[in-house]
């Protein structure tokens, strides 16, 4: 099985949230003297949180770290990936049977290629047969709703940097090999191109200076 390295948490377009264990940042750890506060975990209401609890463990792979009642008869269920963070996500009941989700995305990352395929295969063995692969040049994608409709992305970083948002598909029953080098032509065709590190560099910058 996989493992899921980090959970990311977007909202209207809006990258919320990116953690990995024992960090604070899952890409570069900014030592600054300025106060970042770093999002370390999201919650979604949930109508059947057995259900819910079911899929994450199951097709994601997070593991749940308590479960109970709250004060106000509320039944929450933690999980996590990570064991420096006692939750990074929690399922809560109380959604409205006719409710629509609010969320955008919750985004769990994965290490490499083989990874994303790997749970890529899970996904589609647990029934799901809207799964949208892309690539962001900066990130490969797959894209799939959960049991309750809330949008989940699984991805992988690249080496490269684009301006976003963008999006075009790719094709993950192609080898390792040809995936990454049609990703990379792609990138390097685009306006705004950069290796990943040089961006990097320039929203260090930008932290320390804000």
Request: charged share 20%; with cysteine; aromatic share 6%.
């Amino acid at each position: 099985m996989s493992i899921i390295h980090s959970i990311d948490l977007i909202h209207d377009g809006a990258l919320l949230y990116t953690g990995e264990p024992g960090k604070p940042d899952s890409r570069k750890e900014i030592m600054t003297s300025q106060n970042h506060p770093q999002l370390s975990h999201c919650g979604v209401y949930a109508r059947d949180i057995d259900r819910m609890v079911a899929f994450y463990t199951k097709t994601i792979g997070l593991v749940v770290s308590d479960r109970g009642v709250s004060s106000r008869g509320s039944e929450l269920a933690f999980m996590t990936a990570a064991p420096g963070h006692h939750h990074q996500l929690v399922v809560v009941s109380g959604r409205a049977p006719e409710g629509v989700s609010t969320v955008n995305q919750l985004s769990f990352k994965v290490a490499d290629l083989d990874q994303l395929k790997e749970t890529h295969r899970r996904v589609r063995d647990a029934g799901i047969t809207e799964v949208r692969q892309t690539s962001h040049g900066n990130a490969l994608s797959i894209y799939f709703p959960d049991p309750e409709g809330n949008m989940v992305e699984i991805y992988m970083h690249t080496p490269w940097y684009v301006p976003q948002p963008h999006g075009v598909p790719i094709d993950l029953s192609l080898p390792n090999d040809e995936i990454m080098a049609q990703t990379e032509k792609h990138c390097r065709e685009t306006p705004g191109f950069m290796p990943l590190s040089d961006w990097e560099t320039e929203v260090e910058r930008r932290l320390q200076t804000h």
